[in-house]
């Protein structure tokens, strides 16, 4: 009887990853750490994209050696792909085609952005289907195409080549919301691919993972009472409506008795002048602070120090830093953009995100009534479900189920 069909899981963003962990990378790594645990039956392998060289097989303990390392320090690569990229270049010598560790039936799963790489696209139109190997790509959001203003021109030509890859060769394709499965939808019919493949949709978790030894230790709790929030600093997540709410907060209430705003996350695109206005905005007293580089340990103590989380984001195809805040049990004060209501129901209080006076009564009353905030704080203590990496990979393997099926031939 042939072998039952394989999950490859594909590591090529992980591999080349520098700097902070933001909301995608955040997604492929809890993934693979929970596959690695061991968190479904299904026999599931690591696999890397070497571009001129093809897919190779990544070990279970290289694979743990990505995470260890994962937001830590700058890197362009890790040392046991090194010594892979050794061992293909040898293997590969003299041969004109790409290879692939990959057989009949089994399923290539791809929750990051790696294969925008030209020749990696090319290959997965042109090879994966004859093989009779399934590609499966993971869109967490059409935004680029939705609101084209808040990227660059390049950035929208990558990103729409890249959807469009995913859209004409993928055997499935998963969302991480019914907004942007909606919107898959959309961009699907605009290009004219119909009917489109599969769509399913797989929430996203928010557990953070355990410290580790190389971690450094986490700093010490903040002296001042403060409110967090956790996202890329870029146009889109709306850092400036904030501004002002700060503002306000500070005219009305007098900058002693304001917790501060504590900003977390990298910077972004389009942001440059606002972070000037912040540097210059000496009236705020220097209540809101702006924390780049954050580890995971840190990220923990953030969430469970803070009086509650703010996420004003204006459009969003999930919003992990919601799902965390809920997971840490702490009130959060959103937008109603996008899948941001899907995510937490009403364990959230939600705002338009362009209504100023809606965000600030909000918040407000979050920061200056301590019993409204503890009770909601109890809702969801006893309401939200801790759901977790491990939930979300037994989530995936129920989606792939039509692809991963035993029924093979004997």
């Not at 061992?87 to 791809?110: E, S, T």
């Not at 499965?181 to 355990?210: N, S």
């Not at 709306?238 to 977390?264: M, S, T, Y």
Request: aromatic share 10%; charged share 25%; proline share 7%.
């Amino acid at each position: 009887m042939e072998s039952a069909p394989r999950l490859w899981y594909d590591l090529s963003g992980l591999a080349v990853h520098s700097g902070n962990v933001t909301g995608i990378t955040r997604a492929v790594s809890g993934v693979a750490r929970a596959l690695l645990s061991g968190a479904i039956a299904t026999p599931t392998h690591f696999c890397v994209w070497r571009e001129r060289r093809g897919y190779f097989e990544v070990s279970h303990e290289a694979a743990a050696e990505v995470f260890a390392s994962l937001g830590r320090r700058p890197r362009r690569d890790w040392p046991a792909l090194r010594k892979l990229a050794f061992r293909a270049r040898k293997a590969i010598a003299g041969k004109p085609v790409l290879v692939a560790p990959f057989a009949p039936g089994d399923v290539l799963l791809n929750l990051g952005f790696a294969n925008h790489i030209g020749q990696q696209r090319a290959w997965i139109a042109s090879d994966l289907a004859p093989r009779g190997v399934h590609f499966v790509g993971f869109i967490y959001d059409v935004l680029v195409l939705r609101r084209p203003e808040w990227w660059t021109p390049e950035l929208q030509r990558i990103t729409e080549t890249f959807f469009e890859g995913i859209a004409r060769n993928a055997s499935m394709i998963l969302c991480c919301s019914d907004a942007t499965r909606r919107d898959v939808l959309w961009f699907c019919d605009r290009i004219g691919v119909a009917p489109p493949p599969p769509i399913e949709t797989v929430r996203l978790a928010g557990d953070l993972p355990a410290a580790a030894p190389g971690d450094r230790p986490a700093a010490p709790p903040r002296a001042r009472p403060y409110v967090l929030f956790v996202s890329t600093l870029d146009v889109r997540k709306n850092h400036r409506l904030l501004f002002q709410v700060w503002k306000r907060l500070i005219a009305a209430h007098g900058a002693e008795q304001v917790p501060d705003l504590v900003c977390v996350g990298r910077k972004g695109d389009l942001v440059d002048d606002f972070l000037a206005e912040l540097a210059n905005a000496r009236h705020l007293g220097g209540r809101i602070a702006v924390e780049h580089r954050v580890t995971d340990a840190e990220l923990v103590r953030l969430y469970e120090g803070c009086l509650f989380t703010v996420y004003p984001s204006l459009f969003e195809g999930w919003g992990i830093p919601v799902t965390e805040s809920l997971h840490f049990g702490k009130y959060c004060v959103a937008s109603s953009a996008g899948s941001l209501p899907e995510v937490a129901g009403d364990l959230v209080d939600y705002h338009d995100p362009f209504d100023l006076r809606g965000a600030y009564a909000l918040i407000e009353r979050a920061i200056f009534d301590p019993a409204f905030r503890e009770q909601r704080e109890k809702d969801i203590r006893a309401r939200a479900t801790r759901y977790t990496w491990a939930d979300c990979v037994r989530s995936l393997e129920r989606s792939l189920s039509p692809l991963l099926r035993r029924d093979v031939a004997s």
